[in-house]
């Protein structure tokens, strides 16, 4: 299985979500990972993140009220950098998706 990202969101009333997005893949790429850096939409606050730790699976957790593309960078340890995106997909609790 090639490297992807992965997400979960939880809504919180009033258009706010929380949510967080990881990297899924076999456990020796994810091994090979030192670091995974996120870009998030330029509204958000510090846009860009870095994520380290291997044992969430480079989990970054965030919220906010609408979907945009989120671009990762998985730089693996030899160097190699793995460029990776994810529509960021948001749902009501009656299901419906948000559009924002």
Do not use: C, N
């Amino acid at each position: 299985m090639p490297l992807r990202v992965a997400q979960d969101e939880e809504y919180r009333g009033e258009d706010w979500w929380s949510w967080s997005v990881w990297i899924e893949g076999e456990p020796e790429e994810l091994d090979a990972i030192d670091h995974v850096q996120y870009t998030l939409h330029h509204t958000f606050p510090k846009p860009v993140r870095r994520v380290s730790d291997r044992a969430t699976k480079f989990r970054l957790q965030a919220g906010g009220w609408g979907t945009f593309t989120i671009y990762a960078k998985a730089v693996r340890k030899d160097g190699v950098e793995v460029p990776l995106q994810h529509e960021l997909q948001l749902h009501y609790p009656d299901g419906k998706i948000t559009l924002a």
